[in-house]
């Protein structure tokens, strides 16, 4: 559990967040986070192929979960082709049904404002 979540925090969250995106050149923004997303799902689909149940490991929702959620919503912000990852895509679908993390989705909170548009949309 531990491992996947250490994945993801430290291995692909920090190198496509907002603030260090933002010191990049506005033209290579996209293609460093996307580089470095795929890069790292590349590594999570390798260690969830071993692992993986319903969930990230086994049946029940640990904090890998907790932190794969978030990162597949910003893959699919940054564009990033999710055919490779069918174990990555799968286990997201999963937890995208349940209540817990319907609720926190970031569209979902009560000072998410109605015209909310992230930037890295177009």
Known sequence: V???AELIVSGIQPLQNTGLL????????????VHFIVKGFKAL???????????CVGDSVTIADTCLVPQVYNAKKFGVDLTPYPTIVRIN??????A??????PRCQPDTPGNYKDPWEK
Not at 46 to 55: C, I, P, R
Not at 93 to 98: G, I, K, R, T, V
């Open 93 to 98: 679908d999963a937890l995208e049904e349940l």
């Open 2 to 4: 531990r491992t996947i």
């Open 22 to 33: 933002f010191r990049l050149e506005e033209s290579r923004r996209k293609d460093w986070a």
């Open 100 to 105: 817990a993390f319907k609720v926190a989705h």
């Open 45 to 55: 689909e390798t260690v969830l192929a071993k692992t993986a149940g319903q969930y």
